[in-house]
């Protein structure tokens, strides 16, 4: 097992059965989709625009063997483990590592509000020593518009000198460009192998040129491509393009509910409406909503 490349990454949605519960085939056929003629080097399932939370915990769990019996690669796949709860933790990254998918995307505990670092610490200390292999890598994942839990750059070096190479990087949806800056200049970025990931393609470069990994985005689950091309664009003009197909794209689907308007793209692209289920209390664009979606998209194009 090895540390997750880096690159542009899909914050993957989760499709579901009638009943309620994930559809581990569909799920498995739309990652390996992704990470081909979808343009993402990776994959993050079971994170927020893959409405993880709100999976049942069953299927967290069960999700990572069947991801390992379909042979997807492993250094290509980041898994959502976090909970409030630091036992689910535990249990959902263990799943994950027995399966031999060694990196996680650990939101911190988010019920209650407000905790001291030195609580959110012990959470996440408690996570390393409970599951106790060095070749665990845990991705911190910041977004404290949803969860009102920040992580600061004080927290997360203090972690990454408690447990090296374990703490692997973090997640920075805060949408604050700044925010990643402070943590890649708290830890040195790429250049001592920690790889922060901001979650908006429009930062893409901005972002590489400071020592970031790549991206991790809800919105790259229909435009990775995109994102791809820009990252494999030459400096000059012909990248300055590209990102501005990219941005453009971003400014566009944040228009949307985001996690609706992904499962909406991929039903249009599939013909299977059972895409757009969504787990409560969400649910799919309207009527007018789609047709909005629809034609912002061949604008686009």
């Known amino acids: ?123 996440y200390a408690n996570l390393v020593e409970k599951i106790g292999r060095d070749d665990l890598r845990v991705y911190m994942y910041h977004f404290p518009q949803m969860t009102q839990v920040p992580l600061s750059p004080d927290l997360v070096t203090r972690l990454r000198k408690e447990f090296g190479q374990v703490i692997a990087g973090l997640k920075d949806s805060s949408g604050d460009f700044e925010q990643s800056r402070a943590i890649v200049e708290a830890t040195g970025g790429v250049a001592e192998d920690f790889d922060v990931y901001p979650s908006s393609e429009a930062m893409l470069w901005d972002g590489l040129d400071i020592g970031t990994a790549g991206i991790i985005s809800g919105s790259t689950n229909a435009f990775g491509a995109k994102a791809q091309a820009a990252l494999q664009a030459p400096a000059g003009t012909e990248r300055d393009a590209a990102m501005v197909a990219v941005k453009a794209a971003r400014t566009m689907a944040s228009g949307y509910p985001l996690m609706a308007a992904m499962k909406q793209v991929e039903a249009w692209r599939t013909g299977d409406d059972d895409w757009t289920r969504m787990a409560p209390p969400l649910l799919p664009l309207s009527d007018a909503q789609q047709a909005s979606l629809k034609a912002d998209i061949a604008a686009l194009d």
């Open 1 to 123: 097992m090895s540390k997750a490349r880096r690159g542009i990454y899909a914050a993957a949605v989760t499709p579901f059965n009638a009943d309620g519960s994930m559809n581990f085939a569909k799920s498995i056929a739309y990652c390996q989709y992704l990470m081909t003629d979808g343009g993402c080097d990776g994959v993050a399932p079971t994170g927020t625009t893959g409405e993880g939370t709100s999976v049942a915990m069953r299927d967290r769990l069960a999700l990572p063997t069947a991801f390992a019996e379909a042979g997807i690669e492993t250094d290509r796949v980041i898994f959502g483990t976090g909970s409030p709860a630091s036992g689910d933790c535990v249990d959902l990254t263990r799943a994950a590592i027995d399966a031999g998918f060694n990196n996680v995307l650990v939101l911190p505990p988010y019920y209650y509000k407000s905790p001291s670092d030195d609580g959110l610490f012990n959470y």
